[in-house]
């Protein structure tokens, strides 16, 4: 399957907090995404911890949508969580790198988000 297009975003709300991924599967439970065949509620198709630990939460087709844990207005995102980024990017070769914001009145992933690393790929 090739992957069109690879949406990054990243999770950390207006207060600088940071979400872990047991929070953003308790929120998306609450917002009552539907569960996916993997069994989360969690909307996107990968999360990122800061540690670098990949999480595949929902199946896919055409296109992925990955969060990285971090609350990328308010501080760098740990390296370990770029390169899985990286990884994923390399293993799905996508066609297409696009952030949140690109569609949407929002800073996701952040104004920290390392972009000029991401530029030249897909
Ligand atoms: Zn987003």
């Known amino acids: 399957m090739k992957i069109k297009i690879f949406t990054i975003h990243h ?3 207006s207060f600088g907090r940071q979400y872990g991924f047991s929070e953003i599967e308790r929120m998306h439970a609450a917002s009552k995404y539907v569960p996916s065949m993997l069994g989360f509620h969690t909307f996107y198709n990968f999360v990122i ?10 199946e896919f087709t055409d ?10 207005d308010y501080r760098q995102f740990s390296k370990e969580s770029i390169a899985s980024l990286k990884y994923l990017v390399k293993m799905f070769s ?4 696009q952030y949140h ?4 009145p929002k800073t996701c992933p952040g104004k920290l988000f390392p972009y ?3 530029l030249s790929t897909g």
Do not use: M, T, W
């Open 11 to 13: 999770a950390g709300n």
């Open 49 to 58: 911890e800061p540690d670098g630990l990949i999480i595949h939460c929902r």
């Open 63 to 72: 296109e992925i949508h990955v969060c990285v844990v971090g609350g990328g």
């Open 94 to 97: 996508p066609e297409k790198i």
């Open 101 to 104: 914001k690109d569609y949407s």
């Open 116 to 118: 000029d690393e991401f």
